[in-house]
């Protein structure tokens, strides 16, 4: 499971021109499922996302979790993320997960965080999506379950 964290000013997602979601300060995650994800990457990356200290202190250091600051998760699925750029110019999107696994384990993870206290919105599984955002910092982390030891 992989995924692109940028700490926000805010974010939103429209679909067809409509919006369907928007956040004001937090984090904007674009999920990539792979295939193979289990159980134990979901529980990582809910854990690791919810616990990442990229808000800022009194002192202005990086030392707050998203709860401590107050923010909101904007979470889209991205199969693109998933992508593989090795070889060629065209990248390979095999390693992605079909799109019905993938999906619930997108659901799964809004779950997840949910219940560790987070407010939540997400995109639509499978939509074309025009994602806007405006970057606090900028913050951009990139969150991979199969690179946490």
Excluded: H
């Excluded at 900028?138 to 991979?144: E, S």
């Amino acid at each position: 499971m992989r995924a692109v964290v940028q700490r926000v000013k805010e974010a939103g997602v429209r679909v067809t021109g409509r919006e369907v979601a928007r956040i004001g300060r937090g984090l904007l995650v674009l999920l990539g499922v792979e295939k193979g994800d289990t159980e134990e990457d979901l529980r990582w990356m809910a854990g690791k996302i919810a616990g990442l200290r990229i808000f800022e202190d009194e002192a202005g250091k990086l030392n707050r979790a998203l709860s401590e600051a107050g923010g909101e998760i904007l979470l889209v699925s991205n199969f693109t993320v998933c992508g593989d750029c090795r070889k060629g110019r065209r990248p390979s999107f095999d390693p992605a997960e079909d799109p019905e696994k993938a999906r619930a384990l997108c659901e799964a993870l809004a779950r997840k965080l949910t219940e560790a206290g987070l407010p939540v919105k997400t995109g639509v599984f499978g939509a074309y999506m025009e994602v806007f955002l405006t970057n606090d910092g900028p913050v951009t982390l990139i969150l991979d379950s199969r690179k946490r030891l």
